[in-house]
């Protein structure tokens, strides 16, 4: 019996052909492995539908973990504002999210005939983070990362979706936190769409909607790299 993998995804944006490509690779067992998403599964690429349709089912399973995004919430914000007749913003946060890709995502899941509300809901379920002890290890998966100067059990969720900086320079912690959400080549050099490991630091959004990028997983045991072909 093959061991037991621990396989983290990094952010998908709606290429589902860079998603089947690195799914066909890594050949996921379902009963077995443990899988990990880690957020920003829509926008800005040419087929959200196709990749919420693929991801949705996967929800289901108790061995998968598919967690939010700041996409996801930057969508949920926009449709509660209007649902809410909110007017303290003046309609920004729908304003914001079709200015990152949520124009073409509206779009898309309209002409797949796709249900909104099964969607929003599906969004909305997502968790914030997911942790697990690794080889003894304790690790940490969220989208953007944490607070340096917060204990990790009382993060705000606005960090874990949304922080940069203070994180990817400040953090020198014991566990391993494992993020999406900043793309390496703007942190790493611009020819750089390839996980990056720094100290206990793991980052996995490798681009997936720019030209060169990829969608990435990585095995949290082995650290084995896959990720899609262009």
């Not at 066909?24 to 990990?36: F, G, T």
């Not at 912690?173 to 494992?178: F, H, K, L, Q």
């Not at 769409?193 to 990585?218: A, E, K, N, R």
């Amino acid at each position: 019996m093959r061991k037991k993998r621990i396989l983290a995804f990094g952010d998908i944006h709606g290429e589902w052909e860079k998603l089947r490509s690195v799914w066909q690779q890594v050949q996921p067992d379902l009963e077995c492995d443990e899988m990990i998403f880690l957020g920003d599964y829509i926008d800005r690429g040419p087929d959200t539908p196709s990749v919420l349709a693929f991801l949705m089912p996967l929800a289901k399973r108790d061995n998968v973990h598919l967690l939010r995004g700041n996409h996801e919430q930057m969508m949920l914000d926009a449709y509660r504002t209007c649902r809410e007749g909110a007017s303290d913003n003046n309609g920004q946060d729908m304003e914001i999210w079709q200015e990152n890709g949520g124009d073409s995502t509206q779009m898309q899941i309209l002409e797949a005939g796709m249900a909104l509300s099964t969607v929003l809901a599906f969004a909305q379920e997502r968790p914030y983070f997911y942790t697990e002890e690794i080889d003894g290890a304790p690790y940490f998966f969220c989208h953007a990362g944490i607070d340096p100067l917060r204990p990790i059990e009382a993060q705000d969720p606005e960090d874990l979706l949304w922080i940069r900086d203070d994180y990817i320079w400040g953090y020198d912690g014991e566990t391993t936190i494992v993020t999406g959400h900043t793309p390496t080549c703007f942190f790493s050099g611009f020819s750089c769409y390839s996980p990056v490991i720094q100290g206990h630091q793991i980052f996995l959004d490798t681009g997936s909607y720019m030209p060169d990028g990829h969608v990435s997983c990585m095995d949290m045991v082995t650290r084995e790299v896959w990720q899609s072909q262009r």
